[in-house]
């Protein structure tokens, strides 16, 4: 009985120390995923797929994927070009699936929300 109680003790002991070593979230990490979580394309469309297929990934910063309105880690990603930035939503990319989660977006509106996303662009009417 001894034995079982001091192992149940280690495990609990050892749960507890291991849960103190998840990641947290830095201040700056924390106010760009809250500024992130603030921001929505000026066209009412485009917001509704903005709302139904980017947000959920892009406002969360454990997610891994670049932060809507974070133009420093939009910046490399940019260099590559829409066209691969495109490509790699239609394709899916890391952790991102094909499509990005919207099945009837065309090129259009995944310029217009990558442009949005990555702070090149205000989401405005007539994208």
């Not at 952790?95 to 405005?124: N, Y």
Request: aromatic content about 4%.
């Amino acid at each position: 009985m001894d034995l079982m109680k001091s192992t149940a003790i280690g495990v609990l002991l050892a749960v507890c120390v291991l849960s103190g070593c998840a990641k947290e979230q830095s201040g700056a990490e924390a106010t760009a995923q809250s500024d992130s979580q603030q921001l929505q394309p000026q066209d009412t469309t485009l917001a509704s797929t903005y709302d139904r297929s980017c947000r959920s990934c892009h406002t969360i910063a454990a997610t891994g994927a670049p932060l809507t309105g974070d133009s420093k880690a939009w910046a490399p990603r940019m260099d590559k070009g829409m066209d691969t930035l495109v490509d790699n939503v239609v394709n899916g990319f890391g952790g991102m699936p094909p499509f990005g989660m919207c099945m009837d977006c065309g090129v259009e509106e995944f310029e217009a929300l990558i442009g949005f996303m990555a702070g090149t662009d205000d989401g405005g009417a007539g994208q």
